[in-house]
């Protein structure tokens, strides 16, 4: 178990979360709803996308998000201890019949993606006399978890002999929403569309008055048309989107120069010798590594930022440590007393900065990957 209970000059490492960039991205969702009554759910999973969701979730709260997305009864079961007030935690992810109950039992809104599991689920809600939330989860074209829209008309028709579920919403999720034209997400918005219209016109629709939810960041920021009652934004919330919105990126990761020391010309830099000198070189070793989620494949490829000047990543990345070449930075000998300065790995220095999206763009993924990757090992700070 790791224990981060020490001011940040403790460590030679740590992410710091900017809570007030968090607010601005919720704000700048809240501006893109097509409507001011489209609810809006903070999706919060894997630990905040990694941000620390003993931070994040309370400064949602704080700023009127009521309804929160996670992927497991672990993350929800947190939730709840950090935000007793929230008025829906969803467990997004798919889970077994036997999950599914226990959710029940727990007073957790669930995703009911297949017709099979509704009258076990009506069975155990009856037993305990606990009424279980549930959202219909309809596989309208992203071919993962989730019932056929035919399907889900046929569950709605059964429903009406299931009070002991609420129906409290049909939801959907876009596979394409970072595109700004797509025929996919068309073809699913009309899916969608079809099985409110289906449901609108339902009995059902004298009792129950589900949530219809369907578009993440991207699906916020640039498709209006799919924002039905509620939205699910998670990583624009974290200040990364597909679109030009202007987002501020919440996390930056820092660590300090360890070690600073002169290398000759033709020596080489760490395992494998990928680095040999081509100069008498100043070279600085930062104490994080791939064990703190700074990719192996980011050996050689990228920079840090020291003192708003870029310094690059030479040799392979160890697991704790890796070195950057200081040979080019100036105004490291006029450091006095600061003998291990500052690097910043993702954030900005003095004008420049770096982003998830910059790792990622050299990895061939996306920054989502980025951010959930970051090791527990980083103490996560609000600033
Ligand atoms: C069902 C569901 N809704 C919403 C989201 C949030 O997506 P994004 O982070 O792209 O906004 C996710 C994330 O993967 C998801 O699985």
């Given at each position: 178990m790791i224990r981060h209970t020490l001011p940040a000059q403790a460590y030679n490492k740590w992410t710091e979360v900017n809570l007030s960039a968090l607010k601005h991205n919720l704000q700048t969702l809240r501006a893109a709803c097509?409507?001011?009554?489209?609810q809006i759910m903070g999706i919060v999973k894997a630990n905040a996308y990694s941000h620390n969701v003993s931070l994040i979730a309370p400064a949602l709260f704080e700023a009127g998000v009521r309804h929160f997305g996670v992927a497991t009864l672990g993350e929800a079961l947190y939730l709840r201890e950090l935000?007793?007030?929230?008025e829906m935690i969803l467990i997004l992810g798919a889970q077994t019949l036997e999950q599914s109950q226990e959710l029940l039992q727990q007073g957790f809104d669930f995703v009911l993606?297949?017709?099979?599991?509704l009258p076990a689920l009506a069975h155990s809600a009856r037993a305990s006399g606990i009424r279980g939330q549930v959202h219909l989860k309809v596989?309208?074209?992203?071919?993962?978890v989730g019932m056929s829209p035919a399907e889900a008309r046929q569950m709605l028709d059964q429903?009406?002999?299931?009070?002991?579920?609420?129906?409290r919403g049909i939801c959907s999720h876009l596979a394409?929403?970072?595109?700004?034209?797509s025929p996919l997400l068309q073809q699913q918005l009309s899916a969608f569309r079809e099985l409110q219209q289906f449901f609108s016109a339902h009995p059902l629709a004298a009792q129950a008055r589900p949530l219809f939810h369907l578009g993440n960041s991207d699906a916020v920021l640039q498709?209006?048309?799919?924002?039905?009652?509620m939205v699910r934004p998670g990583i624009a919330l974290y200040g990364?989107?597909?679109?030009?919105?202007?987002l501020q990126p919440v996390l930056s990761v820092k660590a300090r120069i360890t070690q600073r020391k002169h290398l000759p010309t033709g020596h080489s830099l760490g395992y494998g010798a990928t680095f040999i000198t081509a100069r008498p070189s100043q070279v600085g070793i930062v104490g994080i590594g791939y064990a703190d989620g700074?990719?192996?494949?980011?050996s050689n490829q990228q920079d840090v930022l020291i003192k708003g000047q870029r310094a690059p990543i030479i040799g392979r990345i160890s697991m704790d440590q890796l070195a950057v070449d200081l040979?080019?930075?100036?105004g490291l000998d006029d450091l006095g007393d600061e003998a291990n300065p500052e690097v910043v790995l993702i954030g900005h220095s003095n004008g420049d900065s770096i982003s998830a999206r910059e790792w990622a763009n050299k990895l061939n993924t996306i920054p989502y990957e980025i951010l959930t990757g970051l090791g527990t090992r980083l103490p996560r700070y609000a600033v």
């Amino acid at each position: 178990m790791i224990r981060h209970t020490l001011p940040a000059q403790a460590y030679n490492k740590w992410t710091e979360v900017n809570l007030s960039a968090l607010k601005h991205n919720l704000q700048t969702l809240r501006a893109a709803c097509a409507r001011p009554q489209v609810q809006i759910m903070g999706i919060v999973k894997a630990n905040a996308y990694s941000h620390n969701v003993s931070l994040i979730a309370p400064a949602l709260f704080e700023a009127g998000v009521r309804h929160f997305g996670v992927a497991t009864l672990g993350e929800a079961l947190y939730l709840r201890e950090l935000c007793p007030k929230a008025e829906m935690i969803l467990i997004l992810g798919a889970q077994t019949l036997e999950q599914s109950q226990e959710l029940l039992q727990q007073g957790f809104d669930f995703v009911l993606h297949t017709p099979a599991d509704l009258p076990a689920l009506a069975h155990s809600a009856r037993a305990s006399g606990i009424r279980g939330q549930v959202h219909l989860k309809v596989d309208t074209g992203m071919g993962r978890v989730g019932m056929s829209p035919a399907e889900a008309r046929q569950m709605l028709d059964q429903w009406r002999d299931t009070p002991e579920l609420t129906l409290r919403g049909i939801c959907s999720h876009l596979a394409t929403s970072d595109q700004r034209e797509s025929p996919l997400l068309q073809q699913q918005l009309s899916a969608f569309r079809e099985l409110q219209q289906f449901f609108s016109a339902h009995p059902l629709a004298a009792q129950a008055r589900p949530l219809f939810h369907l578009g993440n960041s991207d699906a916020v920021l640039q498709h209006p048309q799919t924002h039905f009652d509620m939205v699910r934004p998670g990583i624009a919330l974290y200040g990364y989107s597909s679109t030009a919105a202007p987002l501020q990126p919440v996390l930056s990761v820092k660590a300090r120069i360890t070690q600073r020391k002169h290398l000759p010309t033709g020596h080489s830099l760490g395992y494998g010798a990928t680095f040999i000198t081509a100069r008498p070189s100043q070279v600085g070793i930062v104490g994080i590594g791939y064990a703190d989620g700074v990719p192996r494949l980011l050996s050689n490829q990228q920079d840090v930022l020291i003192k708003g000047q870029r310094a690059p990543i030479i040799g392979r990345i160890s697991m704790d440590q890796l070195a950057v070449d200081l040979t080019d930075i100036q105004g490291l000998d006029d450091l006095g007393d600061e003998a291990n300065p500052e690097v910043v790995l993702i954030g900005h220095s003095n004008g420049d900065s770096i982003s998830a999206r910059e790792w990622a763009n050299k990895l061939n993924t996306i920054p989502y990957e980025i951010l959930t990757g970051l090791g527990t090992r980083l103490p996560r700070y609000a600033v």
